[in-house]
């Protein structure tokens, strides 16, 4: 069984500090998916990485993608307050002898960047 | 381009009632999901549909929930009976994957369900 951890759970950051979360994952895989959700609202899409060493980067935000180590980060430059969310990571996971794809979140880890 | 729709946004029932949710995803996708999320956790994968098969149920309480999609289109997740434990948001998406691998999820608004 696939397992997906993520931490920290929590993190209380200010604004104009760096921080990373980590996602580790328990089996082979080589997609892994970043979502942020605000309170009360859906997933939205962030990163999607497709194979080992894959870097992406929008805004203040950088993915990376380590599948040899099992591992991903979500990295936060100089953070604002319009970050504050919920991320979750996403692996794709394939059951039955990889005959099929489907996606295992993590628990999230809840953002909050004070002023 | 239109995303996922779901429908109802909210249902409160009382316990041992039934419930149904509705999905439409983005068209032309050929996977559905749908996910049950609790509160202060991750979404958890319920079933997981190609076209009008289902590819995985292997987390669904089928003892209580069941779900279809016909056409390989709409798709209903229905929960009877309904227990206190169930209450959490249900979630939708689509995604345009291939029949071997997941592709980028789409995932619409959810139907916030409370079972008193």
């Known amino acids: 069984e696939l397992k997906v951890e993520q931490n920290p759970l929590f993190l209380s950051m200010q604004e104009g500090k760096n921080y990373t979360i980590y996602c580790n994952y328990s089996t082979t895989s080589d997609r892994l998916y970043w979502y942020r959700q605000d309170p009360g609202k859906s997933l939205e899409s962030l990163f999607v990485?497709?194979?080992?060493?894959a870097v992406k980067q929008e805004g203040r935000l950088m993915a990376s993608l380590d599948t040899k180590a099992r591992l991903s980060t979500l990295h936060i430059t100089a953070a604002v307050h319009d970050l504050s969310a919920t991320y979750f990571c996403?692996?794709?996971?394939?059951?039955?002898?990889?005959?099929?794809?489907?996606?295992?979140f993590g628990k999230g880890t809840k953002l909050s960047v004070k002023p | 381009e239109a995303g996922v729709a779901q429908s109802p946004r909210y249902k409160i029932i009382e316990k041992r009632q039934s419930v149904a949710f509705w999905c439409n995803p983005i068209s032309g996708h050929a996977t559905l999901y749908w996910y049950q999320q609790i509160l202060g956790q991750g979404p958890k994968l319920l079933i997981q549909f190609q076209n009008n098969g289902v590819v995985d149920d292997s987390q669904l309480p089928k003892d209580r929930f069941s779900a279809e999609r016909l056409k390989g289109v709409d798709s209903t997740l229905k929960i009877q009976p309904a227990k206190l434990e169930d209450s959490a948001v249900y979630l939708c998406a689509s995604s345009s994957k291939s029949v071997w691998r997941a592709t980028e999820a789409f995932f619409g608004q959810g139907t916030r369900l409370t079972v008193v």
């Open positions: 996403a692996v794709d996971y394939h059951n039955y002898g990889g005959s099929q794809g489907n996606l295992i």
């Open positions: 990485l497709l194979s080992n060493g």
